[in-house]
Structure formats: structure tokens, C-alpha cells
């Protein structure tokens, strides 16, 4: 930046353009009439224009009305002298230049004339060329006077208009001394930073600057004064007024600042010479700045708890990961998944499910300390980040404080909802050393808490990832079963002690896994439930036991019943209920022949949906069994509602035939069976005994270990065929 030595605002043209071609009008004031007459001629040049008066009245009477360049004034005139005139020009503040022709020759008079106001005096009688010298030389000088005149009308127009540009800018405007101290700031300040002008001159930039950013600037100001001649710009937060002193305060403002050295040009510019200080802008960017933290904020935060996301819940957690280790401390993570949140969001709506998630949030929060980060991982998951802690322990802590928090319940729409959490811990550096393995492992340990029944919080334990591990195959594995023909079904016969032979059969499923062998069904169909996969495989099941049974009953067996189990999700779709009429018509099966056993969950599921699928199965013949009756609820309204064909004592009832108060139970299960018509089948024989107890409560068909197990296909036809194996257990 240069400061202008010299202005360049006029060429040199302008000034030195001369008189002659320029128009310029001459007065002629004098008594003398032949000299009035001749001097134009004289005179005269291209441009000259001539006016002519014989005395002061009528010469004061032009120069009223007009403008001249140059008056040619006769000292002696009738009605007073040319002084009176030159006075008359100073008092008017008129400019016209004056050339005094006049017969005094006393040198008082010429010097009298100059005193004045004229430029020049000429004496009668005079040499034509004294006085075109004389003429032309006040012309000169007044053209000279005039173009000053204009070049300093434009100067301070120049100077008014930077002034304004400056003084109006809407940025902060300001130069420093060499040594960093504010030499001129524009009005902007005030309303930027609180201060006046005056108040900040004298004082230093950098007391300005935010500590922060402090180091930066210096190196900034430095570089600046130590000649780099090109601008410098950074961002910095400078520090308002504190109110009512002219100590900056705590209030911040962020400014885009551009400086540069002040280098004054001289005609012998040396290009080491050091700077004569610094120039600088500073605009306010904190509305940008703002607007900016918004939409870094959204890229890090949930929309919906505004908490962190799980981008910057990684980011921390790499952060405290790195410095745990400097330290040597621990740190600890937790995994939170709200307990069946799904039920409210589906029974209540997004809304209330949102408010509930906001809720939940909230108070976790309170449970924390200030460098604790709780995120939002999406849906109901939830973590926190505990930076700090001296010992496990004191995660477990938290844990149990988060627990305390959620003791009263949330006020929905609907009425209160008490939320639980499970909560799974992870701890730094023992249950893993990077950010993922951390959060994975507290995810594992809070997946142990949901199937151990929810609401509650434990520790990772590295025995849970080979659980977990497990879960992962065994799923993938699952997938693949069905196109693999992996799956199989055993039968486990049913015996009616009255008639001495096998009544029915139960299909039960069983998974040939390639590596692991036989699987049995409870530790698969969970898994088959929770991803989706329950329909096919319940839809194989249909198929390969109606198949099944057309074969038994195209062999003769046309008594004997064959059941099925269906999964509860088998009635949220019509798919599996269809699949079971379709295969009994392609079968040409006898459809009293057919079971479906479904535990009271189902019959729970009080819905129109569930009830027309229950029905359509019953309307086509098919039988329909309580599975481990007992077990689930107490409420048997839905007998009477549901056209249940048959109720299957549950196994722990048999089991426990001794304990005191058990014979109560089966003793009503077999009421409400003869009450309602319902066939009844004890599942879980064991031994003769149980066998000869039921036998005795009134329960004829059972099913168990004591008769045999469940096998495959060509075994149970071998003990369709030759029952006598199988009752040669029956108790006499
Ligand atoms: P469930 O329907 O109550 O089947 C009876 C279970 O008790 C069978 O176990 C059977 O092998 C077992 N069991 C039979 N007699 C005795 C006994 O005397 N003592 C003992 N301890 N157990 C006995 P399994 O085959 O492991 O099946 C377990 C459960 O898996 C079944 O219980 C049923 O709920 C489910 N399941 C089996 N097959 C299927 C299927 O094809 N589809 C669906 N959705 N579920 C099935
Ligand atoms: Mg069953
Ligand atoms: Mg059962």
C-alpha cells in the first residue's frame, strides 16, 4: 500500500495549459476613448474577447453582472482612482487579475497599485510589447492561481470522499504503529468492538486478541512489519469492551483480518526500508461463523436430543483413548438400549416415541459429569463416554445412577410409562485398546443384559464375544440352511395309554449344521424370529410334515394325528395359515388329521388379525393345540373365544407330579379340558410313574423320553408299525 507522495489527480497538462488558446475576456477600464478604441486591437488574439468602460461606476456596474479574466485599469478615472476599483475586487473576493496602466510615474503609486490586489503595473506611455508582456503575463499567473484552485477544490473533494469511504466502511478499517499500537481506528469500532477511535489509539492490537489466538497474530504483525509486502489475512476473535471500562471484555467477536505493512513512496524508494507501520481490515464474520457452527453441529449432532452423533461420539472417544494412554488412566463405555421402546413407538406413535427418547436423554444427562459425552447412536441406543474413572467400579456407579434416573415414570399421551434400560460397560485398556472394539464390546455386554430379561447393566466378560461371536455364524449359517437343505424334521410319537397305541405324532425341527451337528430348535428358532427368517423355514416345516402325513395315511395309519409347531410370528402373516390349507388340499389330507401348536402368547395377541387366521386354520379342519399349557397365563377367557381343539400339559408339570400343590394344577388342566371338550396330551414323560399318575388324573395321551424320543421319519414309521416297542413301557 502506498501512501501518495504527490497527487496525481491533475496532469501536468492542465496546469501548464496556457493562456492564449484558452477564451478569456478582458475589461478595459479608462477615460482615455482613442485607447479604449486601440487597445483591442493591440491586443488582440485568438480567444480574447474585449469589454471597455470610461470609468468606476460603469466598470463596477460589469463587473457585477460578469466574470473577467484580466482588467486593464486606468489609475486616474473620472469618478474616483483604480485603487477604489482594486478595492472594490478584494472586498467582492473577485479574482479577476489587474494590470494598472497609468501616466503616475511615482513609484508610490506602482507600489500602491501591487498593495492593492494588482499583478502588474504598467506607466504610460508604454511599449506595445511592456504591456502584451504584462497582459500576458497576469493571464499566466491567473490561470495558474485557477488551476491550484481547482486542484485543491478536488484534493479535499478526494479527501472527503476516502474520509467518507473509510469513515462509513462497514468493516473496521485501522492503522497501527511500528510497534503494533492502534494509530487511527474508523467509526466502525464502536459498534464492532465497543470501543471509540480515541480510546483505542495508543493502545495495542494484540491486547485485543483472544489468548488463544494471540501466538498467531504476533507471528502475523511480525511478518507484516518485518517487510513481507504482500497482505497477511487470518481469522481471529477479538474482544469487545467490557461495558462501561475500555478493558476488553468476554463478549467475542470473530473477524476475517487482512493487514499490510504501510510503506510510504518516496522518489528515492529503498526497498529495505522498514515499514512505517500496518494497515489493516477486520470484517465481521461472526454471523458466518455462526451459520457455520450450525452446520457442523448438525454433522456431528442428533437432530432429534441434540446430542453427539455417533461420528463425534467417536471422535471423543479416540480422543480420551489417546490420552488414557498418556496418563495410564482408564476409561470406560457404555452401550444403552432403552427396554421396549419399540412397543411404545408402534403402540403410541413416532411422536410420543420421540418424546419419550428426549425424555430419556435428558435424564441420563443429569447423571453425568461435565466431561461425560452422552450420543445418540440412532433409534433407542444410546452411549456414554466416561473419560476419567479411577476404577471400574465407578462405571457401575453411573450405571446404577442411570437406573435411579429412570425410577419415576415418563408422562405419555397415553398415561405413564416406566423405562427401563439395559446397559452393557466396556473399560479401557481391558476390554479393548481402539475406539470400535470398545464400543462392540459394551454392545455385547448390553445384548447379554436384553436376553437375560432386560433392565439391568453388566460388564463385558471376553467369554460374551465368543457368545456373541457364535450368534454372528450361527445366523449367517441360518441363512444359508434352508437353500442347504439343512433342516430336518424328527417325530416324537404320542401314545393313548386306553388304546395301547401311537395316536399321534409331533414334528419337531432339527438343524443339521455342517460343522456343529445337530441343532436343536430352541437355541435356533429365537435367532430365525429376531432376523426374519421364521417364515420360510415354518413353510418347509408345513410342506415336509403334510407331505409326511399323506404318506402315513396313504400307508393306512388314517387315525393318527400329525402336529406342527408355528412360531407366534407365523400369525402376524397369511403366508405360513395359507401354506397349511394349500398343502392339505394338495395332499388330499384328512384335515382333522392336522395340528397346529401355538403357545397362549398367540391367543394373547387378542387382535382381529390373529383371531381370523386362528379361525381360517379351524374352519378348514385343522386342529389347534396350547403348547406348554399352563406355563404362560392365567387368563383361559380366550378358551371360550378361540375354537382350540387341544391343550399339551406342559413338561414341568409333569416333572414336579410330586411337588406339593402340583397335583392341583394338572388336575384343573384336565377339568378345563373335559369342560371345553378339548383333547389333552401330557408332554414330557419321563418315567413309568408320571405315566401312571396322569393316567390316573384322567389324562390319557402323553408324550415323552419314557416312550421314546423324538426321531426320524423311517424310525417313527417303524414304531407306527410295531407299537408293541414303544408299550412296552406302559405301566401295568
Ligand atoms: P415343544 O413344542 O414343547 O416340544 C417339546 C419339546 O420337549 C421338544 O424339544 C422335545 O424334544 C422335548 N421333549 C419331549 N419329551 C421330553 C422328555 O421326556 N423330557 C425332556 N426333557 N424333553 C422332552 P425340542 O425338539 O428341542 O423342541 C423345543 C421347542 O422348539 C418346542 O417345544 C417347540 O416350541 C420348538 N419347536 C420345535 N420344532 C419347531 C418347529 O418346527 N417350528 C417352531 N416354530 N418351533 C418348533
Ligand atoms: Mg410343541
Ligand atoms: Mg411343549
Given at each position: 500500500m502506498?501512501?501518495?507522495?504527490?497527487?496525481?489527480?491533475?496532469?501536468?497538462?492542465?496546469?501548464?495549459?496556457?493562456?492564449?488558446?484558452?477564451?478569456c475576456?478582458?475589461?478595459?477600464?479608462?477615460?482615455?476613448n482613442?485607447?479604449?478604441?486601440?487597445?483591442p486591437h493591440?491586443l488582440?488574439q485568438?480567444?480574447?474577447?474585449f469589454?471597455?468602460?470610461?470609468n468606476?461606476g460603469e466598470?463596477?456596474?460589469?463587473?457585477?453582472?460578469?466574470?473577467?479574466?484580466?482588467?486593464?485599469?486606468?489609475?486616474?478615472?473620472?469618478?474616483?482612482t483604480?485603487?477604489?476599483?482594486?478595492?472594490?475586487l478584494?472586498?467582492?473576493?473577485r479574482?479577476?487579475?489587474?494590470?494598472?496602466?497609468s501616466g503616475?510615474?511615482?513609484?508610490?503609486?506602482?507600489?500602491?497599485?501591487?498593495?492593492?490586489?494588482?499583478?502588474?503595473f504598467v506607466?504610460?506611455?508604454?511599449h506595445?510589447?511592456q504591456?502584451?508582456?504584462?497582459?500576458?503575463?497576469?493571464l499566466?499567473?491567473?490561470?495558474l492561481?485557477q488551476s491550484?484552485?481547482?486542484?485543491r477544490?478536488?484534493?479535499?473533494r478526494?479527501?472527503?470522499?476516502h474520509?467518507?469511504l473509510?469513515?462509513?466502511?462497514?468493516?473496521?478499517?485501522?492503522?497501527l504503529s511500528?510497534?503494533?499500537?492502534?494509530a487511527?481506528?474508523?467509526?466502525?469500532v464502536?459498534?464492532?468492538?465497543g470501543y471509540?477511535?480515541?480510546?483505542?489509539?495508543?493502545?495495542?492490537?494484540?491486547?485485543l486478541?483472544?489468548?488463544?489466538?494471540v501466538?498467531?497474530?504476533?507471528?502475523?504483525?511480525?511478518?507484516?512489519?518485518?517487510?513481507?509486502?504482500?497482505?497477511?489475512?487470518?481469522?481471529?476473535?477479538?474482544?469487545?469492551?467490557?461495558?462501561?471500562?475500555?478493558?476488553?471484555?468476554?463478549?467475542?467477536v470473530?473477524?476475517?483480518?487482512?493487514?499490510?505493512?504501510i510503506?510510504?513512496?518516496?522518489?528515492d524508494?529503498?526497498p529495505?526500508?522498514?515499514?512505517?507501520?500496518?494497515?489493516?481490515?477486520?470484517?465481521?464474520?461472526?454471523e458466518r461463523?455462526?451459520?457455520?457452527e450450525?452446520?457442523?453441529?448438525q454433522?456431528?449432532?442428533d437432530?432429534l436430543?441434540?446430542?453427539?452423533n455417533r461420528?463425534?461420539?467417536?471422535?471423543?472417544?479416540?480422543?480420551?483413548?489417546a490420552q488414557?494412554?498418556?496418563?495410564?488412566?482408564l476409561?470406560?463405555v457404555?452401550?444403552?438400549?432403552?427396554?421396549r421402546f419399540?412397543?411404545?413407538?408402534?403402540?403410541?406413535?413416532h411422536?410420543?416415541?420421540?418424546h419419550?427418547l428426549r425424555?430419556?436423554?435428558g435424564?441420563?444427562?443429569q447423571?453425568?459429569?461435565k466431561?461425560?459425552?452422552?450420543?445418540?447412536?440412532?433409534?433407542?441406543?444410546?452411549?456414554?463416554?466416561?473419560?476419567?474413572?479411577?476404577q471400574?467400579?465407578?462405571?457401575?456407579?453411573?450405571a446404577?445412577?442411570?437406573?435411579?434416573?429412570l425410577?419415576?415414570?415418563?408422562d405419555?399421551?397415553?398415561?405413564?410409562?416406566l423405562?427401563?434400560?439395559?446397559?452393557g460397560?466396556?473399560?479401557?485398556?481391558?476390554?479393548?485398546?481402539?475406539?470400535?472394539?470398545?464400543?462392540q464390546h459394551a454392545?455385547?455386554?448390553?445384548?447379554?443384559?436384553?436376553?437375560?430379561?432386560?433392565n439391568?447393566?453388566?460388564?463385558f466378560?471376553?467369554?460374551l464375544?465368543?457368545h456373541?461371536?457364535?450368534?454372528?455364524?450361527?445366523e449367517?449359517?441360518?441363512r444359508s440352511?434352508?437353500?442347504?437343505?439343512e433342516?430336518?424334521?424328527?417325530?416324537?410319537?404320542?401314545?393313548?395309554?386306553?388304546?395301547?397305541?401311537?395316536?399321534?405324532?409331533e414334528?419337531?425341527?432339527?438343524?443339521q449344521?455342517?460343522?456343529?451337528?445337530?441343532?436343536?430348535?430352541?437355541?435356533?428358532?429365537?435367532?430365525?424370529e429376531?432376523?426374519g427368517?421364521?417364515?420360510?423355514?415354518?413353510?418347509?416345516?408345513v410342506d415336509?410334515?403334510?407331505?409326511?402325513?399323506a404318506?402315513?395315511?396313504?400307508?393306512?395309519f388314517?387315525?393318527?394325528?400329525?402336529?406342527?409347531?408355528?412360531?407366534?410370528?407365523?400369525?402376524d402373516r397369511?403366508e405360513?395359515?395359507?401354506?397349511v390349507?394349500?398343502r392339505?388340499?394338495?395332499h388330499r389330507l384328512q384335515?382333522?388329521?392336522?395340528?397346529?401348536?401355538i403357545?397362549?402368547?398367540?391367543?394373547?395377541?387378542d387382535?382381529?388379525?390373529?383371531?381370523?387366521?386362528?379361525?381360517r386354520?379351524?374352519?378348514?379342519g385343522?386342529?389347534i393345540s396350547?403348547?406348554?399349557?399352563?406355563?404362560?397365563?392365567?387368563a383361559?377367557?380366550?378358551?371360550?373365544k378361540?375354537p382350540?381343539?387341544?391343550?399339551k400339559?406342559?413338561?414341568?408339570?409333569?416333572?414336579g407330579l410330586h411337588?406339593?400343590g402340583?397335583?392341583?394344577?394338572?388336575?384343573?388342566i384336565t377339568?378345563?379340558?373335559?369342560?371345553?371338550?378339548?383333547?389333552?396330551v401330557?408332554?414330557?414323560?419321563?418315567?413309568?410313574?408320571?405315566a401312571?399318575r396322569?393316567?390316573?388324573?384322567?389324562c390319557d395321551?402323553?408324550?415323552?423320553?419314557?416312550?421314546?424320543?423324538?426321531?426320524?421319519?423311517?424310525?417313527?414309521?417303524?414304531?407306527l408299525?410295531h407299537?408293541?416297542?414303544?408299550l412296552?413301557?406302559?405301566?401295568?
Open positions: 502506498v501512501i501518495p507522495g504527490e497527487a496525481p489527480f491533475l496532469s501536468s497538462a492542465s496546469l501548464h495549459g496556457t493562456a492564449d488558446q484558452t477564451p475576456r478582458i475589461l478595459l477600464v479608462d477615460d482615455d482613442a485607447l479604449r478604441r486601440t487597445l493591440v488582440a485568438e480567444g480574447r474577447s469589454d471597455e468602460c470610461p468606476l466598470a463596477i456596474a460589469r463587473l457585477e453582472r460578469t466574470r473577467y479574466d484580466l482588467i486593464l485599469l486606468d489609475y486616474r478615472l473620472p469618478d474616483g483604480g485603487l477604489d476599483l482594486l478595492d472594490w478584494a472586498h467582492a473576493r479574482d479577476e487579475a489587474v494590470v494598472m496602466i503616475e510615474d511615482a513609484i508610490d503609486a506602482a507600489i500602491g497599485a501591487l498593495r492593492h490586489g494588482a499583478d502588474d506607466r504610460k506611455p508604454y506595445v510589447a504591456l502584451q508582456r504584462a497582459v500576458h503575463g497576469a499566466h499567473k491567473a490561470r492561481e491550484n484552485q481547482i486542484m477544490q478536488r484534493l479535499q478526494s479527501e472527503r470522499l474520509r467518507y473509510v469513515e462509513r466502511a462497514p468493516d473496521l478499517i485501522f492503522t511500528p510497534d503494533g499500537l492502534f487511527y481506528a474508523n467509526p466502525r464502536e459498534s464492532m468492538l471509540s477511535g480515541e480510546q483505542l489509539v495508543g493502545k495495542s492490537f494484540i491486547s486478541v483472544l489468548d488463544e489466538d501466538p498467531r497474530i504476533e507471528a502475523l504483525l511480525r511478518n507484516t512489519l518485518d517487510g513481507q509486502r504482500h497482505g497477511q489475512s487470518a481469522e481471529v476473535r477479538l474482544r469487545r469492551c467490557e461495558p462501561g471500562t475500555s478493558r476488553p471484555g468476554a463478549s467475542l470473530t473477524v476475517a483480518l487482512n493487514v499490510v505493512a510503506q510510504s513512496q518516496t522518489r524508494d529503498d529495505h526500508r522498514p515499514p512505517d507501520g500496518v494497515y489493516g481490515v477486520a470484517r465481521d464474520i461472526s461463523k455462526r451459520a457455520e450450525i452446520i457442523t453441529f454433522a456431528y449432532h437432530q436430543t441434540h446430542l453427539p461420528i463425534l461420539f467417536k471422535d471423543r472417544l479416540e480422543l480420551a483413548i488414557a494412554q498418556r496418563r495410564g488412566g476409561l470406560a457404555m452401550f444403552i438400549d432403552i427396554d419399540k412397543l411404545v413407538n408402534d403402540t403410541y406413535g411422536a410420543e416415541g420421540d419419550l425424555g430419556i436423554a435424564r441420563i444427562k447423571t453425568l459429569r466431561g461425560d459425552t452422552l450420543a445418540r447412536l440412532g433409534g433407542d441406543e444410546f452411549t456414554v463416554l466416561l473419560p476419567d474413572i479411577a471400574p467400579e465407578d462405571a457401575e456407579i453411573i446404577q445412577k442411570i437406573q435411579r434416573a425410577d419415576e415414570p415418563f405419555l399421551r397415553h398415561g405413564n410409562f423405562a427401563t434400560v439395559s446397559m460397560i466396556s473399560v479401557f485398556p481391558r476390554d479393548g485398546e481402539v475406539a470400535e472394539l470398545l464400543t454392545d455385547i455386554a448390553m445384548y447379554q443384559i436384553k436376553r437375560a430379561g432386560k439391568g447393566f453388566r460388564f466378560d471376553p467369554d464375544n465368543a456373541y461371536r457364535e450368534r454372528i455364524t450361527l449367517n449359517d441360518l440352511a434352508l437353500a442347504n437343505n433342516f430336518e424334521l424328527h417325530f416324537q410319537p404320542q401314545i393313548s395309554l386306553s388304546k395301547r397305541r401311537v395316536v399321534g405324532m414334528a419337531l425341527l432339527r438343524w449344521h455342517p460343522a456343529h451337528g445337530l441343532i436343536a430348535p430352541t437355541a435356533f428358532i429365537p435367532v430365525a429376531e432376523v427368517l421364521i417364515g420360510d423355514i415354518s413353510r418347509w416345516v415336509t410334515a403334510a407331505a409326511q402325513l404318506r402315513w395315511q396313504g400307508l393306512g388314517t387315525d393318527l394325528r400329525l402336529a406342527v409347531n408355528l412360531s407366534s410370528q407365523d400369525f397369511d405360513t395359515i395359507d401354506r390349507a394349500d392339505i388340499a394338495h384335515a382333522d388329521r392336522f395340528d397346529v401348536e403357545t397362549e402368547s398367540v391367543m394373547m395377541r387382535t382381529a388379525e390373529v383371531m381370523g387366521r386362528i379361525r386354520l379351524r374352519d378348514c385343522v386342529g396350547i403348547d406348554d399349557f399352563g406355563t404362560g397365563y392365567s383361559l377367557g380366550y378358551l371360550q378361540f382350540v381343539s387341544s391343550l400339559i406342559d413338561r414341568s408339570f409333569v416333572t411337588a406339593p402340583a397335583n392341583p394344577i394338572i388336575s384343573a377339568g378345563i379340558a373335559h369342560g371345553f371338550g378339548l383333547h389333552l401330557a408332554e414330557g414323560v419321563e418315567r413309568a410313574d408320571q401312571a396322569l393316567q390316573s388324573m384322567g395321551i402323553m408324550q415323552g423320553h419314557y416312550f421314546s424320543e423324538a426321531v426320524c421319519a423311517d424310525d417313527a414309521e417303524r414304531w408299525t407299537t408293541e416297542h414303544l412296552h413301557h406302559q405301566p401295568s
